[in-house]
């Protein structure tokens, strides 16, 4: 199959279409991360979460992913520092995977492909009030994205893995609660790249600082099969079909610099 042998990437078929005109369109995401082209910048702070479990509400798919969402009316989930001068508030994460293990994250790095790739989508509170304010502004959101590699099995991530067989339809939600998202979170969050970008799913927006961070984490083979036991299409469609490769390619850096934390 494509996944055994070393398949062009580029026969996947991405999952959904490519819009013709994209606003702006110079600083889209995700993007390739040449490791010797970052610049490193010792004014980078170190990241500071502050996730409050209780503030998770469901679970739920949308037909793109499968996401956690929390509360966001107040600041009780909350990251800043890093590249950020303002706090943020959590809002949901989710992640992007592959048919099979040997693509299915959205950045790369030096081109090497993940298996998956988790993200954290934050909104300026300081500076908005909701998170549809803050999507279509330069500095609203902050996204931070982990890679996630085969390995042992991840005992935070279970909980989320059990919950998925019942949201397997798009537009199924399921309560979720006291679900800490800092387990997600590789041991070292102080080594990151970070750079200007955008949503990679509609609306594609350029209003992501993105903060990428540079240790994966690890989750079994068995807990990203369940991930494509999701299905794109609703209960009602006839023809179902899995949710895999739910990732966009990468995108041209057009001039900008990706900096990094650490040397
Ligand atoms: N993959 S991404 O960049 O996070 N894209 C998103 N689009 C809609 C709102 C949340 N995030
Ligand atoms: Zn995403």
Redesign the pocket.
């Known amino acids: 199959t494509a996944c055994s042998s070393k398949f062009v990437l580029s026969q996947v078929h991405p999952m959904w279409q490519e819009p013709l005109a994209i606003p702006g369109g110079d600083r889209q ?1 995700p993007i390739d991360i040449v490791e010797r082209k970052s610049v490193f910048d010792s004014k980078l702070k170190p990241l500071v979460t502050n996730y409050d479990p209780k503030t998770c509400q469901q679970i739920w798919n949308n037909g793109y992913s499968f996401l956690v969402e929390y509360d966001d009316t107040t600041d009780k989930s909350t990251l800043k520092g890093g590249p950020l001068q303002d706090q943020f508030r959590l809002c ?1 994460f989710h992640f992007h995977w592959g048919e099979c293990n040997s693509w299915g994250s959205e950045h790369t790095v030096d081109r090497r492909l993940f298996p998956a790739e988790l ?1 954290l ?1 934050h909104w300026n509170a300081d500076k908005y009030n909701l998170f549809e304010e803050a999507v279509v502004e330069d500095n609203g959101l902050a ?1 931070i994205g982990v890679f996630l590699k085969i390995g042992k099995r991840h005992e935070g991530l279970q909980k989320l893995v059990d919950a998925l067989p019942v949201i397997r339809h798009k537009d199924s939600v399921v309560e979720f609660t006291k679900f800490d998202p800092a387990c997600l979170l590789p041991p070292n969050i102080d080594d990151y790249w970070t750079y200007h970008g955008s ?4 609306p594609l927006t350029e209003a ?1 600082t993105w903060i990428v961070m540079k240790q994966h984490i690890e989750v079994s083979h068995d807990q990203l099969a369940v991930f494509r036991s999701l299905l794109f299409t609703a209960a009602e469609e006839e023809v179902q079909k899995s949710m895999v490769n739910n990732f966009r390619g990468t995108q041209p850096l057009r001039g900008r610099t990706v900096r990094s934390s650490f040397t």
């Not at 949503?199 to 509609?202: E, I, K, N, Q």
Request: aromatic share 0%; net charge neutral; hydrophobic share 40%.
């Open positions: 995401s949901q993200h989508v996204v949503l990679t799913t509609p992501v």
